[in-house]
């Protein structure tokens, strides 16, 4: 992640209105892309984890080339960086996993909500390594935090338990996912992000597969749509948008456009699944997406350096 200082300087060397409204499109229409993930998931008929497996498999070439294009490095990783590579990959690995599995047993807005619980996870994290106590909204986005993820899960426990286990799932996802991204800080910054995406998959993929194989899932899918849609929706157009877009705003902005996909997994569960949300259900999500407000705004304040 880029420093606070950076990103101011990207932020106000936007004074071209047109320039700032494209950059601003981009970063919704690549959170609005990434939404979509969930309902394809569903749709796929592939188990959730080939689904995963598939989602990165067929990107790959895509991302080669556009690492390629960015002139980021692909070759000539010393080991001791390849084998750090391979530890935040198979937590990667394990993030997606965990949250398709999560999507298939909870409704769509909670696994949208639980699986982009990283930011609150790191806001933690990184109270720990400052060893300093919470200030401010940093207590707030604690409490909503608590707060809301109370409300929604209470709420999964009163629909089912399977509802329940997989918003537990989703929440193993976001946790995971705070783990990928501290395993591979410094090799972001040194190698790019697509440079970066792509050793991922290589070493994401055969875990996938495997796991996939283990849990007797069916692989090959028969209707190839959906998977199709979701590698080029999650994997080109969501990602390539959010790489093009992020470091032009600062984080309290990217924390605000990201509430737009869990409303938006919301309104594809109402419509596709009869997922319907209660006024409590809708106070759970609103606590717990101003507590990734929040943290994402603590992060670009230095809470966690990356």
């Given at each position: 992640?880029?420093?606070?200082?950076?990103?101011?300087?990207?932020?106000?060397?936007?004074?071209?209105?047109?320039?700032?409204?494209?950059?601003?499109?981009?970063?919704?229409?690549?959170?609005?892309?990434?939404?979509?993930?969930?309902?394809?998931?569903?749709?796929?008929?592939?188990?959730?984890?080939?689904?995963?497996?598939?989602?990165?498999?067929?990107?790959?070439?895509?991302?080669?080339?556009?690492?390629?294009?960015?002139?980021?490095?692909?070759?000539?990783?010393?080991?001791?960086?390849?084998?750090?590579?391979?530890?935040?990959?198979?937590?990667?690995?394990?993030?997606?996993?965990?949250?398709?599995?999560?999507?298939?047993?909870?409704?769509?807005?909670?696994?949208?909500?639980?699986?982009?619980?990283?930011?609150?996870?790191?806001?933690?994290?990184?109270?720990?390594?400052?060893?300093?106590?919470?200030?401010?909204?940093?207590?707030?986005?604690?409490?909503?935090a608590l707060a809301g993820?109370?409300?929604?899960?209470?709420?999964?426990?009163?629909?089912?338990?399977?509802?329940?286990?997989?918003?537990?799932?989703?929440?193993?996802?976001?946790?995971?996912?705070?783990v990928y991204l501290l395993?591979?800080?410094?090799?972001?910054?040194?190698?790019?992000?697509?440079?970066?995406?792509?050793?991922?998959?290589?070493?994401?993929?055969?875990?996938?597969?495997?796991?996939?194989?283990?849990?007797?899932?069916?692989?090959?899918?028969?209707?190839?749509?959906?998977?199709?849609?979701?590698?080029?929706?999650?994997?080109?157009?969501?990602?390539?948008?959010?790489?093009?877009?992020?470091?032009?705003?600062?984080?309290?902005?990217?924390?605000?456009?990201?509430?737009?996909?869990?409303?938006?997994?919301?309104?594809?569960?109402?419509?596709?699944?009869?997922?319907?949300?209660?006024?409590?259900?809708?106070?759970?999500?609103?606590?717990?997406?101003?507590?990734?407000?929040?943290?994402?705004?603590?992060?670009?304040?230095?809470?966690?350096?990356?």
């Amino acid at each position: 992640m880029e420093s606070a200082s950076a990103q101011e300087e990207n932020v106000a060397g936007m004074d071209n209105p047109l320039r700032s409204a494209m950059f601003f499109g981009a970063l919704l229409l690549g959170n609005a892309a990434l939404a979509m993930g969930p309902w394809l998931v569903r749709l796929a008929d592939t188990g959730p984890v080939s689904a995963a497996f598939w989602r990165l498999f067929l990107a790959l070439p895509f991302l080669v080339c556009f690492a390629r294009l960015a002139g980021q490095p692909m070759r000539g990783l010393p080991q001791k960086t390849l084998i750090v590579v391979a530890i935040g990959s198979i937590a990667f690995a394990s993030d997606l996993a965990s949250w398709h599995i999560g999507i298939e047993m909870t409704r769509l807005g909670n696994a949208t909500l639980f699986g982009n619980a990283g930011s609150i996870i790191l806001l933690f994290w990184g109270f720990i390594i400052a060893r300093m106590m919470p200030r401010g909204f940093e207590w707030l986005a604690i409490v909503c935090a608590l707060a809301g993820a109370g409300i929604l899960l209470g709420r999964s426990l009163e629909i089912s338990a399977e509802t329940f286990v997989g918003d537990l799932f989703c929440i193993t996802a976001g946790l995971l996912y705070a783990v990928y991204l501290l395993t591979l800080q410094k090799e972001r910054a040194q190698f790019g992000s697509w440079s970066l995406l792509v050793w991922v998959s290589i070493f994401a993929c055969p875990y996938l597969l495997g796991l996939a194989v283990i849990l007797g899932e069916p692989v090959w899918p028969t209707n190839w749509t959906p998977v199709i849609v979701l590698f080029i929706t999650s994997q080109l157009v969501g990602q390539g948008l959010m790489v093009f877009s992020l470091r032009h705003f600062p984080p309290l902005i990217i924390g605000l456009t990201l509430l737009t996909q869990p409303a938006i997994a919301a309104m594809i569960g109402y419509f596709a699944f009869d997922e319907v949300l209660s006024a409590l259900d809708v106070v759970g999500m609103l606590l717990l997406g101003s507590a990734l407000v929040v943290a994402k705004a603590a992060q670009g304040r230095g809470v966690r350096k990356e």
